[in-house]
């Protein structure tokens, strides 16, 4: 449960997978691990968004408030990144994300995030990077779905 | 006050002055006779002149009168004095000298004595007086003067006055006694000698006060120079946020500069003509012993003279010129104070001051006028200023709940003064029921009428002593004193006596229970915490007091009470729900969730010699490292964490935020911490020098494992730290068990908050919403438990600070409610009291003042003019004027003034 673990973690994520080690020791040091109890929340719809998680052990669901209530329309496990649209686009918790078991996430606030998108552009040409990907691909499933 | 000191001095003092004076003539006897007897010896006994007939004794101390041959009385012998031989004889005088300038020397001890003591009780009296002027200072003064010029004058100013009053009559008696009598005695030596004297002493008398006017004059500039410095700082003080938000500290430093260099320039003048003064006056009494011997010695030579007197005139003379300096000193000096004297009367003499009767202590709690306030015609202009109120009129029954709103600048908030009597109106009168408010004493006033403005002041004391304050009108039961505290207080009071001072004691019963309407402070207590949630303080309050300290040795019985809280929560903890929130102070097990100094000290430090700052150089910690054998693996631990440092921040720009939040290095340590690095892998971690080895060790000291997540402490580790931790506690020096209080499951810790006290252990990091989990729970427990009030009993003890500035504002305005109501007031006037708290705390905590002061008349002067809404009689104001006032219902509607103000229908509805 050290601070390796945690640089392991980061390593698996899409964004971070090619920054240098040092750095994601670095983030890793500076985030706070954070546990969450079976039932507990983690983000709230339609709170400000403060922080993005990464899951390292334990599952939860995504919930969202529809007018018949809510809706489970996903759920996230080990090395799911969660929320991190919310603190890099400033919008409200989009949805509701609850643990189904006890969770260990690593919580990376958006001040920090920040500051590392900032301090090392590597990061933030990754950050562009995968977003771009994402984009392409939401066109892409676009343009198939017109067909 | 009287404007001449020294009919000031006279009237306060006559009776000490009278007997000083006394005790300086009978000194100046003495003085005469020891002058007088040198001469006797060399004469008489040295040179033989009483036994110059072949006789072989002389009479010693032989007293005659007469012969008066014009009266025809033969020359008459009372004592026929001691017979004795010439060695006797000269023994004798020689002792009788001896005598006489011992008891001489003890009445100038005496007289000093007492002139320091007459003048203290004069400063006393003075000071006392002055600052009685103070308090009754009209209000509109205070905008006027400012507050460091009051204190300078009243401390520093009046001091040389004290130093002054004691010599004011003795100096003038006791040194021209000693000049005339040594003048006197020249004079009956010789005349010529004596005329000499008085020619010069003439020529001192006159040229040097002259001299000196110039010097007075300077002394002025420089005192009332030195008084505006006083007040300039204090502006820059108060100022201090304009100066840094406009850029205007060099200015500031400019005008200092030159108010320095003005003070300077007058000091300076003033030295150098003190110092020709001093030349010129040393001069003078110096070249007339020139003339002495001159004279004299021809005198003497030429036989006209004998040596004697010529040794014994010299020796006069001796004493001569400093007692002339002196009083020529005194002379100076008294017109300085004179000068001082009255500008500080001066400053404190404004108009409109309050008439002491006014301020009588009154006994009995006078009875509140029955009727309502009614306020007719009133006026209020300030000197040179706008006119506030013009010919304003209003109306509240006793039992009225009116708020008065208005535009800007329509004189609301003075007119709110003026019905609390703090602004006396230029005309007009106020009257409550039938009697005149402006002849009523504050013993009425301060008693029925509850008044909070928009920035109330605390005294630096804790918030319950704040609103006791309210409370303390009059000593309601004296002090109890026995034995030597009794005669020390009978002593205090003679003094005081003496001195004009009013005959008050700090140390009696002051607070008035009777008028909170409880019987004790116990009472009194309760009765504050209940109106905490009248006034939204109350969760404020209860997290002072989880923040607070008590002392279990004076409250064995709440400390007790916070035991058994901490027992019930550790119970709580055990839950599944909540047993991973807080890892418990347990002796025998490491505590992750603390820094590893925090684990080998277990316990709280107090004072500087355990701080988590100075521990690198803390011998006894060191000694039980070393003798624990912890020594290599803290080294080696430091070592791995500075190293990770380095190897995290190195890429960081200096003053990265990084660096304050997480880092165990500063970034300008870090080069440092890599040379260190650098030489300690060099020669290997064993071998380094202590001072590194101290170093790396004391990197640790910070860390925690279960934050830092660094996975430097193993079980082993673990082990060892906690054989440390026991043997600290076993081995700390008995000089050093002070500066720390262990934790000990069964006893609670008064270094410790009352929180730590009852939690009793760390949160456990990275748990999510652990704090509020954790306040939620404690709160449960306190609340289960029946603790809530003593947690608020000790949440107002919290200490203000200066100026209440540990509160923020909304708290400070909330304290100032709490005192204002626990009087139970006849009239609470709430003038803008409310404005610094947010719009909907201020409607609610209205309307919850106002069922505390139900049936009882509460005036409520507000810019928030919704406000108005909460109550049933509104009065509104333009320009000094009352335009409209009448039920709230009647004026709410289209066309009004109170429309104009943005109170509608609807707002009256809700």
Redesign the interface.
């Known amino acids: 449960?050290?601070?390796?673990d945690?640089v392991e973690a980061l390593k698996r994520m899409e964004l971070f997978a090619k920054v240098e080690p040092?750095?994601l020791?670095?983030m890793a040091?500076?985030a706070?691990?954070?546990?969450?109890?079976r039932g507990?929340e983690?983000v709230h719809q339609g709170d400000p968004a403060d922080a993005a998680y990464i899951i390292l052990e334990g599952t939860a669901d995504v919930v969202v408030d529809t007018p018949g209530g809510p809706l489970k329309v996903a759920e996230v496990r080990r090395d799911a990144f969660v929320g991190e649209i919310g603190i890099l686009c400033d919008v409200p918790r989009t949805a509701t994300v609850v643990a189904t078991e006890d969770l260990t996430t690593l919580?990376i606030t958006k001040d920090l995030f920040f500051?590392m998108v900032v301090?090392f552009p590597t990061i933030s040409i990754e950050v562009m990077r995968v977003l771009a990907q994402r984009l392409e691909h939401a066109n892409q499933l676009l343009a198939a779905n017109k067909h | 006050m009287e404007h001449n000191l020294f009919r000031y001095i006279w009237r306060n003092s006559w009776r000490d002055q009278s007997i000083i004076l006394v005790v300086v003539v009978i000194a100046q006897l003495f003085y005469f006779v020891s002058l007088d007897l040198p001469k006797q010896i060399v004469n008489r006994a040295i040179q033989g002149e009483a036994f110059k007939d072949g006789a072989a004794t002389a009479a010693l101390l032989k007293f005659t009168i007469g012969p008066y041959e014009w009266m025809g009385l033969p020359k008459l012998t009372l004592f026929p004095g001691f017979e004795l031989e010439r060695l006797p004889y000269l023994v004798a005088l020689c002792f009788s000298f001896l005598f006489f300038v011992v008891v001489n020397g003890w009445l100038k001890q005496l007289v000093n004595t007492e002139k320091g003591r007459l003048g203290e009780r004069m400063l006393r009296r003075m000071r006392y007086e002055l600052y009685d002027r103070v308090l009754r200072f009209p209000i509109s003064h205070f905008r006027k003067v400012k507050q460091a010029e009051v204190a300078t004058m009243i401390k520093d100013e009046v001091e040389p006055l004290g130093g002054f009053i004691g010599d004011a009559y003795i100096t003038p008696a006791f040194l021209g006694g000693q000049a005339l009598t040594a003048l006197y005695f020249i004079m009956m030596q010789s005349v010529w000698l004596g005329l000499i004297s008085i020619v010069v002493l003439a020529v001192q008398l006159v040229v040097i006060p002259l001299l000196r006017k110039r010097i007075l004059e300077l002394g002025r500039q420089r005192q009332l120079t030195a008084r505006q410095l006083a007040g300039r700082i204090a502006e820059g003080v108060d100022g201090t946020i304009e100066i840094h938000s406009n850029d205007t500290s060099n200015y500031e430093r400019a005008d200092i500069v030159n108010r320095l260099e003005t003070i300077f320039l007058i000091r300076f003048e003033l030295y150098q003509r003190k110092f020709f003064v001093k030349y010129l006056n040393n001069m003078l009494s110096q070249t007339t012993p020139f003339l002495f011997y001159l004279i004299g010695g021809y005198l003497a030579l030429t036989g006209q003279f004998d040596v004697g007197s010529l040794i014994a005139v010299i020796g006069a003379y001796k004493d001569l010129p400093s007692p002339v300096k002196e009083l020529i000193d005194w002379q100076q000096q008294s017109q300085d104070v004179q000068i001082k004297y009255e500008q500080v009367i001066e400053q404190f003499t404004p108009d409109g001051m309050l008439p002491d009767e006014l301020q009588r202590m009154i006994d009995e709690t006078p009875p509140a006028p029955e009727g309502g306030l009614s306020a007719q015609s009133i006026g209020y202009h300030e000197e040179g200023g706008a006119r506030l109120l013009d010919n304003a009129a209003i109306e509240v029954g006793a039992h009225d709940h009116l708020a008065i709103v208005g535009f800007a600048g329509s004189g609301k908030e003075t007119l709110g003064q003026v019905l609390a009597r703090l602004t006396s109106p230029t005309s007009g009168t106020v009257r409550w029921g039938n009697a005149d408010m402006a002849a009523m004493p504050e013993g009425t006033i301060g008693r029925h009428v509850s008044y909070v403005g928009d920035e109330t002041y605390l005294f630096p004391l804790s918030i319950v002593e704040n609103v006791i304050y309210g409370l303390k009108h009059r000593p309601i039961a004296p002090a109890q004193y026995e034995g030597r505290a009794l005669m020390h207080y009978q002593r205090r009071i003679a003094e005081a006596k003496r001195t004009g001072n009013p005959l008050l004691d700090i140390h009696a019963q002051w607070i008035d229970f009777a008028a909170a309407g409880v019987d004790d402070e116990s009472g009194l207590k309760r009765r504050i915490i209940d109106f905490l949630p009248v006034v939204e303080l109350e969760d404020d309050i209860y997290q002072f007091g989880l923040r607070g300290r008590i002392d279990p040795d004076e409250e064995p019985a709440i400390a007790a009470r916070f035991l058994e809280a901490r027992a019930a929560i550790h119970r709580r903890l055990q839950e599944p729900d909540v047993n991973h929130l807080v890892e418990a102070f347990d002796p025998a097990h490491y505590n992750r969730n603390m820094t590893v100094a925090e684990n080998l000290l277990f316990g709280t430090p107090r004072g500087a010699v355990f701080d988590v700052g100075s521990l690198r150089d803390n011998k006894v910690l060191a000694e039980v490292i070393e003798a624990e054998g912890l020594k290599p693996a803290l080294i080696a631990m430091g070592a791995k964490i500075a190293e990770t440092m380095v190897e995290l921040f190195a890429d960081l720009p200096p003053g990265h935020p990084f660096f304050e939040q997480f880092s165990f290095i500063s970034a300008d340590d870090l080069p440092l911490a890599q040379q260190l690095l650098n030489r300690v892998q060099r020669g290997g971690l064993d071998n380094a020098a202590p001072a590194d080895q101290q170093r790396l060790i004391a990197i640790t000291f910070p860390y925690i494992e279960a934050r830092h997540r660094l996975g430097l402490i193993d079980a082993g580790l673990e082990g060892k730290l906690l054989g440390a931790r026991r043997r600290f506690a076993e081995t700390l020096p008995e000089e050093y068990r002070d500066y720390i209080e262990f934790y000990d499951p069964s006893r609670y810790n008064a270094s410790a908050t009352v929180q730590d006290n009852m939690l009793f252990g760390r949160l456990v990091y990275g748990q999510a919403q652990a704090t509020q989990k954790i306040f939620r729970l404690v709160f449960d427990i306190v609340s289960e438990l029946g603790l809530k009030s003593e947690v608020l009993a000790v949440g107002l003890e919290h200490g203000v600070g200066t100026g209440g500035r540990r509160l923020t504002a909304p708290q400070r305005q909330k304290v100032a409610l709490v005192r204002a109501l626990v009087r139970r007031p006849r009239i609470l006037i709430l003038n803008n009291a409310l404005a610094p708290l947010e719009a909907a705390a201020q409607t609610r905590i209205l309307k919850s003042v106002r069922r505390e002061m139900k049936d009882r008349c509460l005036i409520l002067i507000a810019d928030n003019a919704a406000l108005c809404s909460v109550v049933e009689r509104v009065a509104v104001m333009r320009d000094g004027r009352v335009i409209e006032q009448g039920p709230l219902d009647r004026l709410a509607r289209p066309g009004t003034a109170l429309s104009d103000l943005g109170v509608g229908l609807q707002v009256a509805a809700s």
């Not at chain 1, 449960?1 to 390796?4: E, T, Y």
């Not at chain 1, 706070?32 to 109890?37: M, S």
């Open positions: 449960m050290s601070i390796l945690d040092a750095k020791k670095l040091f500076a706070e691990r954070t546990q969450f109890r507990e983690m919580k500051r301090d």
